[in-house]
């Protein structure tokens, strides 16, 4: 299964990744962007008073795969 992987800037400067479950596979990168824009223009994840996603830096797909030993 693959995921969405989107990465923001911390007001503190530091990396935070959302991700996301059950994702359209093939989003275009206009509206990926407007969604992440959307998600740090409303200011509602905070933490100890600091803002966990207030610039976007980029977003990818990420597919886990498993290989069962026995």
Not at 25 to 46: P, R
């Amino acid at each position: 299964m693959k995921k969405l992987q989107m990465r923001f800037k911390t007001a503190e400067g530091k990396k935070r990744d959302l991700v996301l479950n059950y994702i359209n596979e093939d989003l275009e990168e206009a509206v990926t962007h407007s969604a992440m824009e959307k998600i740090v223009s409303s200011k509602i994840f905070e933490k100890d008073t600091v803002q966990l996603f207030s610039e976007t830096l980029g977003a990818k797909y990420v597919e886990r795969t498993e290989k069962a030993i026995f």
